[in-house]
């Protein structure tokens, strides 16, 4: 389940400026191991962070404008990166203090070592260690763009589907894999499709669950696959994502029933599994051009 707060406020809590009212605000997300949080702040400069507790994680700042600071890792004094789209890395291991120069903007995107290795082992990386320095300030563009994807998301929590987020994640903990660690890989099995019985189950059970709740996990296990096997071989098998054919189903459903069907709008957007209305609207126009309204009009007339 996606849970909006949990780790969120606790993040929160090290950053004392967010206490003055009206200045800063925090969105997070939480997906099992995963979480991604943003915060604003707009207020006068003051003090540095509380120092971090300790966690087997890391923690990845992708900063969403120019913001200038200094940082202490352990007590040892490092530059921290002021330019946009630029992500510092934190070895949660490590205390971390920060102190911003300017207000900021960042998202935060935490991936536990735990769930770092088991994807490791599902990649057949074989034994790896880590090549990055806490604290490193890193100009990865696809750190940055999937970090990205994931706002629209952190905006409108209760449109987030669970295929969405765990896809994301996935994606991010696997490039943090591939580019940040060095591994000797074992023999990997060549790439392939779901079998048919695989892809029948894992359709069925999208539609089944439009509403995005059904986790990649679930489905994956239903399949007889681990997560990453599995999202690989059905993009493979359909040419798309389980989150973006889980959308594409919903469009289908909702423009059967616009046809067929004498449902208002709202009990379409439900049954197709929107979050409401206005989330079926922006869908429906993005993919198609036209607001369901004006779509259903044009073919009826």
Not at 32 to 48: K, L, M, S
Not at 61 to 87: F, N, P, S, Y
Not at 262 to 271: F, P
Request: aromatic share 8%; net charge positive; glycine share 8%.
């Amino acid at each position: 389940m996606i849970n909006a707060g949990r780790y969120g406020d606790r993040f929160a809590r090290l950053f004392p400026m967010l206490r003055q009212p009206n200045t800063g605000t925090v969105k997070s997300l939480q997906k099992g191991a995963f979480a991604a949080v943003r915060i604003t702040y707009c207020g006068a400069v003051g003090d540095p962070t509380l120092p971090s507790p300790a966690d087997e994680a890391f923690g990845l700042c992708v900063r969403l404008q120019h913001q200038r600071g200094e940082i202490w890792v352990d007590g040892r004094h490092m530059r921290k990166g002021a330019l946009k789209d630029e992500t510092t890395v934190y070895d949660l291991r490590c205390e971390t203090i920060i102190h911003f120069h300017d207000p900021f903007d960042f998202l935060y995107l935490y991936l536990r070592h735990n769930a770092l290795s088991d994807l490791a082992t599902e990649l057949d990386l074989g034994r790896f260690q880590y090549d990055v320095v806490a604290g490193a300030n890193l100009l990865d563009p696809v750190l940055a763009h999937l970090g990205r994807c994931l706002l629209p998301a952190l905006e409108r929590p209760q449109e987030a589907n669970e295929l969405f987020i765990g896809y994301v994640s996935m994606a991010l903990n696997t490039h943090f894999l591939r580019k940040y660690t060095i591994s000797r890989p074992g023999n990997r099995p060549c790439r392939s499709g779901l079998a048919p019985w695989q892809l029948r189950t894992a359709r069925a059970l999208i539609r089944a669950n439009l509403d995005g709740k059904m986790s990649l996990a679930r489905i994956a296990s239903e399949c007889g696959l681990s997560a990453a096997h599995f999202a690989r071989a059905f993009r493979i098998s359909m040419g798309a994502p389980p989150h973006r054919w889980l959308m594409n189903q919903r469009i289908e459903q909702s423009k059967a029933l616009l046809l067929d069907s004498t449902l208002s709008l709202t009990e379409i957007a439900i049954k197709c599994g929107f979050a409401d209305q206005s989330h079926f609207t922006r869908s429906f126009s993005a993919a198609l051009g036209a607001t369901p309204g004006r779509w259903r009009l044009i073919r009826k007339t």
